[in-house]
Structure formats: C-alpha cells, structure tokens
C-alpha cells in the first residue's frame, strides 16, 4: 500500500478524506498542530487517494478539491506532513482494528485526533468506540473532536456539494471560509464569445472536480498575481448548442490579452441567474451587459 515511514520522529496523527479543507476542517486541524506542538512531535494528515466513497461508487465530478487545491490549502494550515494512501481492494477489506495495527508498526504514534462522525475499516467497523478502545490498549491518547456546527447543521463537505448543487456559491463560501474556486488552464474554446464581442477565457475542465448548478455567477478571476471581477458561465450554451457538454467559461472584466495556455483561478462569490436559451445573440448580449453591470456593483459594495 506504499507505506515507507519510521524515522521515529514521534506524530500526532489525524485520519480522514477532508475533502474541501472547510471551517470543520480547520478548527480540528487546528487542534491537531496544538497537540502536536504541545508533545514536541510532528502534525501528520493521513488520507486516502481515491476517496473510499469514489472508489466504490465511480463517482465523476466529486471532489471539492484536487490533489493539488488540497495540498496547498493543509500547507497553508501548517500541517507538517500530509501521507496519501492508495484506496485499493486490499485496504477496503482490511478490518479497522488490522489497519491501526498495521499504521503503529509504520508510525510512531503519540496521538490520535479524529472528527466525531468519522468512521472507517471493512464495512465501515472503525468507529470512535472501536478507536478509543484501540488507543486506550496501546497508551495512545485519544482525542474525538466535535462537529462545527452553523444554523443547527454540521459543517460538512456533503452540506457544500449541496450549496453548489443549490447554485448557492455564498453558502458554500460560508462553510469553506473562503471562496469556492477552481484552477486550470486557459484553453482555445469553438471562439464564439470573442465572434460577438464578448471574448471569455475556456477552462479546461478536470473531470473529478465538482461544478456548480449551471447558471451566471459573479466570480474572481485571479491571473499574473491579480484579482479582477468576472462574470462566469458554467454549462452547455444553450442559445448556441443542443449538445449537453458543460463548460466553464469566465469574461474577465477591464481586462484584455491573449492568456491561452495561462493558469486561471476563478473564485465563486455570487450567482446571477440561472444559464438560458435566448432567441437572438443580441438578447444574450444584452443579457451579458446586465451581468457585467451587476457583477460591478457587487464588487464596489464590497460584497467578497
């Protein structure tokens, strides 16, 4: 399973997909680097590549953030190390009690932190019972952290992929504490933007990542180290195309240059309404002014 540890450095360790990095992420990674720091040993996220859940279901389109998103988000955090699993066959029939065997063989484990709804193992045995009972056989310290709740629910990576589902950008970026976002690559689209004045930049699109609703939204657009206000489609074009393949594609307002080939981040903030077939390009274009308008007049009231 690609375990190559044991420098004996002691860890505090937590375990789990933390998909999305959200506010319930953080307030328990938090805490993880102040037990850490506390004991004098190093802070270890321990995750797993595909996410159980992809790996039984074949999911497309699931992840709140890539590998790299979430890499670079833990770093930011000051997680010391990050060790990535692969999720095979082998490890989803190895029984939870076999796994942790396995992990303290690999890992001098002075701590273990895990959120309250986390479970894992074959059939999904692992629960905090079955942890707590493990820790307490072996002197590990055990600590169960408590959901974040906002509005009477968890703060969950499933409760964001519903927000998005929603359409609703400003409750997902509530839930991450920061924006949603995506980065990729600026690529050549059909052209059709730029063929009636409105030239937008083509993402390329990564199919594991989880997309909005369809519809118009107000985004930032961060390129060459600024930010800029933009209006961002996410679907199939319908007043151009019955084909059912969605795209994102972002016109970066006050803003003019060739970017094929350039990283892109755009950061969801507010949606505007939801993706149409109009009856002419000169409604749609009319349409887009109006977009263009709005997304302004968010970003002057200050509303990020």
């Known amino acids: 399973m690609g375990w190559h540890l044991r420098d004996d450095a002691p860890v505090w360790l937590t375990i789990g997909n933390f998909d999305g990095v959200h506010l319930g992420h953080q307030a328990l ?27 039984f279901s074949g999911e497309k389109g ?89 509005d009477g629910e968890p703060v969950s990576s499933t409760r964001i992929r519903r927000a998005l589902n929603d359409g609703k950008v400003d409750e997902a970026r509530r839930l991450l504490g920061r924006p949603y976002a995506m ?30 609703k369809r519809g118009v939204y107000a985004t930032i657009a961060h390129l060459r180290e600024k930010d800029y206000p933009a209006v961002t489609n996410v679907g199939v074009r319908p007043t ?14 006050d803003f003019n240059d060739d970017i094929y080939g350039e990283e892109l981040r755009v950061e969801f903030i507010q949606c505007l309404r939801p993706e149409q077939k109009f009856d002419s390009v000169q409604a749609l274009t009319q349409q887009i002014e109006k977009d263009k308008l709005i997304t302004r007049r968010i970003f002057e009231n200050g509303l990020k």
């Open 29 to 55: 990674l938090a805490d993880l680097i102040r037990l850490a720091r506390q004991d004098n040993t190093r802070s270890v996220l321990l995750s797993f590549s595909p996410n159980p859940k992809v790996f």
């Open 62 to 150: 699931f992840y709140l953030s890539t590998p790299g998103e979430k890499t670079a988000l833990l770093s930011r955090l000051g997680i010391d190390d990050v060790l990535i699993i692969a999720f095979e066959q082998k490890l989803a029939n190895m029984a939870a009690t076999d796994f942790m065997a396995e992990l303290t063989q690999r890992i001098n484990l002075k701590g273990l932190v895990v959120g309250e709804d986390f479970v894992f193992g074959h059939n999904r045995q692992g629960t905090t019972e079955v942890l707590a009972e493990f820790c307490g056989k072996h002197g590990i310290p055990f600590v169960v952290f408590p959901e974040l709740m906002m």
């Open 183 to 212: 980065c990729a690559k600026v690529i050549s689209g059909e052209q059709i933007g730029k063929s009636i004045g409105v030239p937008t930049a083509n993402l390329e699109l990564d199919p594991d990542k989880f997309l909005p």
């Open 240 to 253: 151009f195309s019955e084909q059912e393949i969605v795209s994102v594609e972002t016109l970066i307002l």
